[in-house]
């Protein structure tokens, strides 16, 4: 009998959820199978991921005829389809809510990239999305943006679960965590009830990896000394768990602050760090790279469908998000040897910028292909 190393992972106190998500897998009962077969725990989604899942398939055919119809917008349509789509899920995914007590079975949709930099708009498009999908166990995702924490803190406040995006310096993390407490605290300062909130710190992974070691590759072609050379080798690869490792153990202090206590006396859910961006981008990697690293308590990892299936095969399942964490704190101060120099504050910057263009261009992608379709499948008037 084949071992199913997602359960092993449970077991260890990390919570495997995917990274994927249409109408597809809901409606052949693939993703009822998903948590059955390999316990996935819960579902992240993005506009790449809808993008991908709308465009050009025509299950959501008959929706978008619906919405025509009814004289709504292109942008109407398109919050129609996903919120019907995410409260689906919702409803997959409550059993394991339910007998979680809340530690998992959420879905996470993303609040639109194009407000990514205004804190006022993402406050209340995170309260309407909340209260137009009608589901307890949603999660709205925000940036980890300057403009998007006091966003966090606000939509905490207001009794919301919240999957704080886009994280890739410890330092981002290490804020998005007191702006979850803040939330909290000012929740808890109106006598209302914070045992019912969630969060994760979805910290991003591949994407670090794959800059730095293009910066590395970079190097090592004008590079003709051997020691300079087995520097710049040793980096390669290691610079994005390393980053992780050190933010759990920043994880580690907070939980142990007076402040968090005192949450936590009153009922509060830690807020999780999740490892996201979790597929090898270079093939001479192992393809769970990110999963086998960086299981550990506390944590969730989430996985588009082709990591679930190989870590389901061949995952090397043990707790090593606490493990060398000296070397990984060596690793990223290696960075500042005038050998390698690579400011990792500048790199770490530059990939936020990136990470929400990434979701810009398939949002407005997807927004101007459903337009067409529109076009297409609205009557003709005579």
Not at 64 to 88: C, N, P, Q, T, W
Not at 182 to 208: H, T
Not at 327 to 341: F, G, M, N, Q, Y
Request: aromatic share 6%; net charge negative; hydrophobic share 40%.
């Amino acid at each position: 009998m084949t071992t199913n190393h997602l359960l092993e992972i449970e077991d260890l106190g990390q919570s495997i959820w995917m990274d994927n998500l249409s109408r597809n897998i809901i409606e052949s009962g693939e993703l009822k199978s998903m948590i059955t077969d390999k316990g996935i725990r819960g579902i992240t989604s993005n506009p790449a991921i809808f993008e991908k899942a709308i465009a050009g398939n025509a299950i959501y055919d008959a929706d978008i005829e619906a919405g025509i119809s009814a004289g709504k917008s292109v942008m109407e349509i398109y919050e129609s389809l996903v919120f019907k789509d995410i409260r689906d899920a919702c409803d997959i995914f409550m059993p394991v809510y339910e007998k979680t007590e809340g530690l998992d079975g959420y879905i996470s949709i993303e609040v639109p990239p194009t407000i990514a930099k205004d804190t006022e708009s993402t406050i209340s498009e995170a309260l309407r999305y909340y209260t137009a999908i009608g589901r307890e166990n949603l999660m709205i995702k925000i940036p980890g943006t300057p403009e998007g924490l006091p966003a966090v803190t606000r939509v905490i406040s207001e009794g919301i679960n919240v999957n704080v995006t886009l994280l890739f310096s410890v330092e981002s993390y290490i804020n998005t965590a007191w702006a979850y407490i803040e939330g909290l605290e000012a929740r808890a300062a109106k006598g209302e009830d914070i045992s019912k909130i969630a969060s994760v710190a979805s910290f991003f992974l591949s994407r670090i990896d794959s800059n730095i070691d293009g910066t590395i590759t970079s190097k090592l072609k004008d590079v003709t000394d051997e020691t300079v050379k087995a520097k710049l080798e040793a980096v390669k690869g290691k610079v994005a768990i390393a980053n992780a490792k050190i933010a759990y153990q920043e994880y580690k202090n907070i939980i142990q602050s007076e402040r968090w206590k005192a949450l936590s006396a009153k009922g509060a859910k830690v807020q999780r760090l999740l490892w996201a961006s979790t597929s090898t981008k270079d093939p001479s990697y192992s393809d769970v790279m990110y999963v086998d690293e960086l299981i550990g308590l506390n944590t969730v990892n989430t996985l588009p469908p082709q990591t679930i299936d190989a870590c389901f095969d061949h995952c090397d399942v043990d707790n090593r998000v606490e493990t060398n964490i000296e070397a990984a704190r060596e690793v990223i101060e290696s960075l500042k040897d005038p050998d390698i120099d690579i400011n990792i504050d500048q790199v770490m910057e530059q990939l936020l910028g990136e990470g929400i263009d990434k979701f810009v261009k398939p949002f407005t992608s997807l927004i101007n292909s459903l337009e067409e379709k529109v076009k297409k499948l609205a009557p003709v008037s005579n």
